[in-house]
RNA sequence: GCUCCGUUCGUCUAGUUGGCCUAGGACGUAAGAUUUUCAUUCUUAAAAUCGCGGGUUCGAAUCCCGCACGGAGUACCA
């Protein structure tokens, strides 16, 4: 078998699309596994919709995620130029072979032409279509003399190539997902090969470029079937047939309620990120949000992204790039369209969360430090961060959820008040900075002394005792273990604490029992 | 409209050659256990008559046919 040479090929016609990154993370995965060769390549034909940034914009997205190319428009490579707009003059001599031996044709019909053709078949409650059933009614070099269509070429008259579709002939495109699809010709349209403009359309430009690139797979997305049988012509005509690249027809993203195919507006709208990397519009000035700025972790993503649309056969779920490199198989990749689920992003988030280490998390939370004015040893920091990391999903979460191991309440969650700090608890909390001053500052010391000694010797109940001891250190009734709290907070600042409770919230009311 | 693709718990899916399927797992949901609280963790539960209707077969989620529904395509866009 030849060589493996895939290629992931956008547009940049704005941010690459997550469906976009997970055909571009299949294609990596499959490389990577037959020691093959992972292409960037930049389909921009059409000038009209190219968006400044946005090659930039999927080169860092695929960077962050780690899915990275052994060619392509930001490294070069034997095979290049790697972006169509710079291959431009050689798609002119492969449109001319097509011309040459009868497998295109010129034609000169103007938009307003084809425009009035297809509101005359409206009418009729039919929908037109430029093929073989229409094209000997049309102005082109099959209806025009040969005379009048080089003195149109001559004279500069606009024109397009058209491909020639034979009649009633069943074209069969092979499909490493679907199996055989097979169409007929009869009802396929003579797609437009080379526009007016001197630049190739999609299909023309993708057989030359994955042709001369010695592409051996093309993994793209479903959208792409319909125009397949028109791809697998083209090699023919090309007489290519035998180096033709086996086909992979991805299926869709979908909304994650509803139906249809997963677009722009909705991540916004439901709450979790389209894209990759936020991105503002850079004519619109609208903002999209991405996955590594909402705090996903890019081995999340990427686990998350494989697992859609593909699973190995077992039960394993977490799988790192080398993993996923390792148990990729194209034939487990599923036939139907996949709804996109946020709380399984978010669980895959926290599993990632908990692999990371206690210094890695702090790392990454020390900017959310830095916010707040918050200076701390950085151990400190590390150990907060090893404690606390079960409880978040994403790095933003941990300020609110550790906060108090920084800064001390100012306010008291009033319902906490209500139910935890009941008559005779000022009395309590002064007996806990008593404990506090006269016992070893020790875990075992303090737990016996506060446990056994007062709270059993005394009847009370434990609870009610720590958990008001909770409501003054931390404000509210979350948090860690209350002594492993007090032990890291310290002697000196779990007293002014409880003292600041005492003073800010006082005795209650009789009839809070 | 036409062409093609698809259809298993709310969601992602296992089930690839028909019988170990009284349809398995994960997320989410609910209940319980653990914990001084919250969270974590653990256990359990509810949850798909396998889109519907026919057929083939001793036996079908798995094969065949029809229908329905969903999706994609139908541009000098990719």
Known sequence: MAKVRVRFAPSPTGPLH??????????????RQHGGDMILRIEDTDQTRF???????????????????????????AYGPYR???RKAMYKQYADQLLRDGWAYYAFDKPEALEAKRKEFEQQKKTFQYDCHTRGDMQNSLTLSAEEVQRRLDSGEH????????????ITVHDLIRGDVTMNSNLLDDKVLFKSDGMPTYHLANIVDDHTMEVSHVIRGEEWLPSAPLHVMLYRAFGWEDTMPQFAHLPLLLKPEGNGKLSKRDGDRLGFPVFPLDWIDPHSGEKSSGYRERGYFPEAV???????????GTEQELFTMDELIKAFDISRISKNGAKFNVDKAKWFNHQYMQQHSDEEVAAM??????????????????????MMKERINFISEMWDTTSYFFVAPTEYDPAAIKKRWKAGMTGHMRKVIEILDTQPFEYEALHKALLDDYIAANQLNTGQIMNSLRLAVVGKTVGPDMLTL????????????????ISVIGEPDSDNQ
Not at 159 to 170: E, G, S, T
Not at 487 to 500: A, F, H, I, N, Q
Request: some cysteine.
């Open 84 to 86: 169509q707009s710079d």
């Open 51 to 77: 968006v400044p940034g946005a090659e930039d914009y999927i080169i860092e997205a695929l960077t962050w995620l780690g899915i990275t190319f052994d060619e392509g428009v930001h490294i070069g490579g």
């Open 302 to 312: 990427v686990n998350m992204l494989a697992l859609l649309g593909w699973n190995p």
């Open 18 to 31: 997550i469906g976009g990154v997970r055909t571009a993370l299949y294609n990596y995965l499959f490389a």
């Open 365 to 386: 939370f020390q900017p959310s430090l830095d916010e707040h004015g918050i200076v701390a040893d950085h151990d400190y920091v590390v150990k907060v961060c090893g």
């Open 159 to 170: 024109y397009v190539v058209r491909f020639k579709f034979p009649a009633d002939l069943d």
């Open 486 to 501: 007090v032990m890291m907070l310290g002697k000196e600042e779990t007293k002014r604490r409880v003292e600041r409770a």
